[in-house]
């Protein structure tokens, strides 16, 4: 059983399209992130939830909308897609709001915007 | 501020070598302080940890880092180098009450025959 799953896996599209991905970890943890990395490999946070609540909400264009569903469930919706949104997404989770444990990632989400 | 650098983009080393690959972090207090490895097309996988206690920890793969803190580093090892090692290692930081991990912009590995 795959722990944290993302879909899709790739996802290709036109500028000012609107898509969504979604994640689903199966560890039960309490807290799920969304981080973005770029075409230079560079991870950066982008949102986290802990158990539903938003307690991570980093300097990202609010065309980017999370959503949790319960605490198993983290989806991003991007609105009105841009180039500069080209990136691979990665979703993970953790125990807790990661004070001592660790993320558990997801295999990521390829975007390419055209 | 917190930072990590990992100040080498790209190493190349031949299978069965030994290899260092190297971090330095920049934190306020104690840091927690991880490895991942990312293979290509992959998420990523933690090697290992360190919290506290010993400043050398092992992890998965045969991989150890050891944990300095004068120099702020925190530097990941392998005797010896198996083809399959071939990656994206990161280098992470994290203890902050909103649970956030800052990562290095990663070491590429190659592995000669």
């Not at chain 1, 982008?46 to 198993?72: C, G, Q």
């Not at chain 2, 031949?14 to 998420?43: D, H, I, K, M």
């Not at chain 2, 010896?80 to 991990?101: I, R």
């Amino acid at each position: 059983d795959t722990a944290v799953s993302q879909t899709p896996k790739y996802l290709v599209t036109q500028m000012g399209n609107d898509k969504s991905i979604k994640c689903e970890q199966n560890l039960g943890h309490d807290t799920m992130y969304w981080y973005k990395q770029d075409s230079k490999k560079f991870l950066k946070i982008m949102f986290s939830y802990n158990n539903k609540e938003l307690i991570i909400n980093e300097t990202v264009p609010n065309r980017f909308s999370p959503k949790s569903p319960d605490k198993a469930h983290l989806n991003l919706h991007i609105n009105s897609l841009e180039l500069g949104d080209s990136a691979v997404y990665f979703c993970a989770s953790s125990p807790r709001p990661l004070e001592s444990g660790e993320l558990f990632f997801g295999e990521g989400s390829r975007l390419t915007v055209l | 501020a917190q930072s990590v650098t990992q100040p080498d983009i790209h190493i190349t080393v031949s299978e069965g070598a030994s290899l260092e690959l190297r971090c330095n972090y920049s934190y306020g207090a104690t840091p927690y302080l991880f490895w991942y490895v990312q293979s290509p097309g992959q998420g990523l996988q933690l090697l290992l940890k360190y919290f506290s206690g010993d400043t050398l920890v092992q992890g998965i793969k045969g991989f150890e880092a050891e944990f300095k803190r004068s120099q702020s580093s925190f530097n990941l090892r392998k005797p010896s180098v198996h083809w399959s090692d071939a990656a994206e290692y990161f280098c992470a930081v994290g203890g902050g009450s909103q649970g956030n991990l800052i990562f290095g912009k990663g070491t590429k590995l190659s592995v000669k025959p």
